[in-house]
């Protein structure tokens, strides 16, 4: 799929999805959220990449919202297809991809922004970036999952205040309540990203996935235990885990498949 809206390239098991629509301060339009849907897909299914880095065109936005234009006429109906569409095929396919999503946000990330970095499992900030919901401005509630991840990252009150004062907050308010998991000068924002995932993969790819899948299952009320216990049983039939472990008693460092 030729993309008009996003930048991807895979360089050295990483791929880079920038969105590029920097004078609409990268807002999200039914177009770019079709591209995300295919480019979250691809990187799903393919072995080359290890890990996403997702940020914005530009200095000023990560995302600053939605496309508002595009919906201003819609019925209740309507507006309830637009949510569980986006939902479905953009913000829940990066929170349940098997490969560790992080949002490197550069800026403003702010309504259908916010919600697409809180969907990656990892959040890094530049120092300039202002964080916020500011939906019911509009007479509506985030949509894209904004109620639910929110809280699942700052809690219920914290949650409620952002979202219903529509208040921004500083990058550095937003890791000290761990809605980011670091704040950096925009400059080292990538660097820092490429740092994780760096380590990432060096990791065994299955382990990684499955971990992820563990840990959301445990947020999402899906039985998180269960899905634990069962995916640390099919580690033991894995090469990777033959592997890592015939490295641990040979003291050499393991190196790893993916299968």
């Known amino acids: 799929m030729a993309y008009q809206n996003l930048i991807s390239e895979v360089k ?31 990187a799903g299914k393919t072995d080359e990449v290890r890990g996403v880095i997702l940020t914005g065109a530009g200095e000023k936005a990560f995302v600053a919202g939605a496309d508002i234009k595009e919906f201003s006429d819609y ?31 550069n800026g403003f990330a702010l309504g259908g922004g916010l919600e697409l970095a809180m969907a990656c ?54 890791e000290k309540i761990g809605l980011v998991n670091y704040v950096v000068p925009q400059t080292d924002l990538i660097g820092k990203a490429q740092e994780i995932l760096n380590v990432i993969k060096q990791r065994a790819p299955l382990a990684v996935s ?19 216990i069962e995916a640390f ?3 033991f039939e894995t090469a990777d885990f033959k592997e890592g472990v015939s490295a641990f008693v040979e003291k050499r460092k393991a190196i790893f498949s993916g299968k």
């Open 12 to 42: 050295e098991n990483i791929l880079y999805l920038t969105i590029n629509r920097e004078k609409s301060l990268n807002a999200l339009n039914r177009d770019t959220l079709a591209e995300l849907a295919d480019a979250i897909a691809f």
């Open 75 to 105: 019925s209740g109906k309507q507006g309830e297809e637009l949510a569980k569409h986006g939902q479905d095929l953009v913000f829940n396919a990066i929170e349940n991809s098997p490969k560790p999503f992080i949002a490197a946000i």
């Open 121 to 174: 499992h990892m959040r890094i900030a530049s120092d300039n970036a202002k964080l916020g919901l500011p939906e019911v401005t509009l007479g509506l509630i985030p949509g894209y999952g904004g109620t639910q991840r929110l809280t699942q990252l700052v809690g219920k009150g914290k949650a409620i205040e952002m979202i219903t004062t529509a208040n921004m907050i500083t990058a550095t308010d937003a």
């Open 210 to 228: 499955a971990a992820i899948k563990s840990v959301i299952a445990s947020v999402n009320n899906n039985n998180g235990y269960a899905t634990e």
């Open 233 to 235: 049983g099919k580690s």
